[in-house]
């Protein structure tokens, strides 16, 4: 069954402003990753959380991680009309080599 | 220097024909996915592999085989084509487990869309 929701489907917003997309998942995992894809490219991975992590950050993105919650942010400062893409969260389970992927959010940053 | 590439990049074809797609990573890492992405843009894995060794299969169609010849090469081979295979299929490569016994970073190619007509 599919493991990660990301939340919301679609964002619209205008450059310079802040983007938050939200993951939740329904079992326990060992990471989680986020991705990015630009229309009609591959998936380029941008940050991986361990389950024992609670904060992550990479250059403008933030990644938060509530175990608890089976929840995770992306939160992405200062957006830029190159950071329009999709994004996708995936978690990994222990043991398994296997990745599952959301159904991502579709990022608009307006000029 | 491309590190996941996969052929050809397009690929439209009949109904009921058989047709295949090849893909061959320079990474040097041990483990290569198959995944589907349908028009919503779900992303679904369909198998993998761990130097040679199929590792995972998820409930996909026996029509479709996989194939990998050594651990650079995953290919893919699809026969009867159906009008639902139409897809974008991604392949992806990583390190495996390693020594975390965590699924590392995935490393895609730029994926084939198969239109099936």
């Known amino acids: 069954s599919q493991q990660g929701e990301e939340d919301p489907q679609a964002l619209s917003i205008q450059e310079g402003e802040n983007a938050t997309m939200n993951c939740s998942y329904k079992?326990?995992?060992?990471?989680l990753q986020w991705y990015r894809q630009n229309s009609g490219r591959g998936l380029v991975h941008l940050i991986l959380?361990?389950?024992?992590?609670r904060e992550k950050h990479s250059g403008r993105l933030r990644v938060t991680l509530d175990t608890s919650k089976k929840s995770s942010s992306l939160l992405i400062t200062a957006s830029r009309a190159a950071d329009t893409a999709s994004y996708f969260c995936?978690?990994?389970?222990?043991?398994?080599?296997?990745?599952?992927f959301g159904k991502g959010t579709k990022l608009t940053v307006n000029p | 220097d491309t590190a996941v590439s996969q052929t050809p990049k397009y690929l439209v074809t009949q109904m009921g024909n058989d047709k295949s797609i090849k893909c061959e990573q320079n990474l040097g890492h041990d483990t290569m996915y198959w995944y589907k992405q349908d028009s919503k843009k779900f992303l679904k894995i369909m198998f993998s592999?761990?130097?040679?060794?199929?590792?995972i299969n998820e409930t996909v169609p026996n029509r479709f085989s996989p194939k990998s010849p050594d651990k650079a090469h995953l290919n893919l081979h699809i026969n009867s084509l159906e009008l639902g295979d139409s897809a974008v299929y991604f392949c992806?490569?990583?390190?495996?487990?390693?020594?975390?016994?965590?699924?590392?970073?995935?490393?895609f190619g730029e994926g084939s869309r198969l239109t099936v007509l």
């Open positions: 592999y761990n130097n040679k060794e199929l590792i």
């Open positions: 959380i361990r389950s024992n992590e």
């Open positions: 995936a978690t990994g389970q222990g043991g398994s080599e296997k990745l599952v």
């Open positions: 992806a490569s990583s390190q495996g487990l390693g020594t975390s016994g965590q699924t590392g970073e995935l490393f």
């Open positions: 079992t326990s995992i060992n990471n």
